[in-house]
């Protein structure tokens, strides 16, 4: 329902009222309305709205209405043609959310609400996607037991665009588990997320200069250094070598902070301890 002003400035309302189907009414006075403060009766001019949607989008247009329940979608229209498609679309574009957007389609072009949800959700993401977060660092830095070495990698290489060099060397820590080593990725740089692409999916073009950081355990199956020492892998190793810069950890930890405890390891010992006594 919303108020409309007619051209002298008296004010009219429009109501679109849904029955769950279609309703024997005889008495043309059921839908009359009566004054709270006189004993007037006001005659409505009740039709049968030849599309549902079409008398909703009137109703809307003007942003100030209120609405009760569950609308039923119309397929019916009484504008049809290509020009009316459009404007479907043109709302949903224009529409504040992505949420808002699939509700207008949904109810002025369900067919393509059904046969092509998958791509219309799909496009409605990319074409709302939310401004990505600015990096806010979750550690403190005087938590951090600077290791020369890597200060030393970070000094050179982690720095805006301008002052980067051309060609970065990249980084490559092992060490052994929970001590830090993906906290420390966090701490220099907004790499927590990640976008993947899928097999099938376009190619992402990705901004190179970048330096990379690669985190591995120690031991056989994890040591990429040892990965590389095998004897058919020389000629990356000879390529590794001269790209990246090798950093080998004890189990000191990186950070005197209880996010990085031993505490989860120490738990899940125990409950094997527990297993095994029962």
Known sequence: MCKELHEDGEPHLHVLLQLEGRYQLTNPRFFDLVSPNKSAHFHCNIQAASSSSDVKSYIEKGG???????????????????????AVYADALNASSKHDALQII?????????????????????????????????????????????????NINVKDSAARPN???????????????????????????????????????????????????????????????????GALKAWTTQNATFI???????????????????NSQSIQDQTMEN
């Open 106 to 154: 949904k109810e002025k072009d369900p067919k393509s609400f059904i046969f092509q949800f998958h791509n219309i959700n799909a496009n409605l993401d990319k074409i709302f996607c939310p401004p990505p977060k600015p990096y806010v660092n979750p550690f403190n830095p005087s938590s951090f037991n600077k290791k020369s070495d890597m200060q030393e990698w970070v």
């Open 248 to 266: 080998f950890l004890d189990e000191t930890p990186l950070y005197t902070t209880t996010e990085v405890s031993t505490e989860p390891e120490a």
């Open 167 to 233: 060609r970065p060397i990249s980084i490559i820590i092992e060490g052994p588990s929970r001590i830090g080593k993906t906290h420390w990725k966090e701490f220099i740089g907004a790499q927590k997320d990640w976008q993947s692409n899928c097999k099938y999916g376009k190619p992402v073009q990705i901004k190179g200069g970048i330096p990379t950081i690669v985190l591995c355990n120690l031991g056989v199956g994890s040591s990429f250094y040892d990965y590389l020492n095998k004897e058919d892998h």
């Open 64 to 86: 100030e209405y209120i609405d009760w329940g569950e609308f039923q979608i119309d397929g019916r229209s009484a504008k049809g043609g290509q020009q009316s498609i459009n």
